[in-house]
């Protein structure tokens, strides 16, 4: 069982820049691919970006694309999302969860959610 812990977010302007960490406890973290998510208040928790067990393939949602880039240190383990040109928009609690299955972008294809981390972009 792997347990994620989030951490990172605040409030920052627009055009801002933020990292968060996602690390994890537990056993074989190194054996799983791991996904961001947001949830803004009233939406659905919807996709961020991944990467694969091994750090070597990652994908990222249109919204985010060219700003935001996900990474991952197995010797720490931690995955980081780094979060450039923030918007508005992008205000939302941010969530880190494992996956065995490589390319779903959606939240019943993952597991072992942490407790989010809340990040707040003023225009």
């Known amino acids: 069982q792997v347990q994620l812990v989030e951490s990172g977010g605040r409030l920052v302007q627009a055009g801002g820049s933020l990292r968060l960490p996602c690390a994890a406890s537990g056993c074989s973290f190194g054996n799983y691919a791991i996904g961001w998510f947001q949830q803004a208040p009233g939406k659905v928790r919807e996709f961020v970006a991944a990467?694969?067990?091994?750090?070597?393939?990652?994908y990222y949602a249109d919204s985010v694309k060219g700003r935001f880039t996900i990474t991952r240190d197995n010797a720490k383990n931690t995955v980081y999302l780094k979060m450039n040109s923030l918007k508005p928009e992008d205000t939302a609690v941010y969530y880190c969860?494992?996956?065995?299955?490589?390319?779903?972008?959606?939240?019943?294809?993952?597991?072992?959610w942490g407790q989010g981390t809340q990040v707040t972009v003023s225009s």
């Open positions: 969860a494992t996956t065995a299955t490589w390319g779903s972008d959606g939240p019943g294809s993952y597991d072992n």
């Open positions: 990467i694969s067990w091994s750090g070597d393939s990652t």
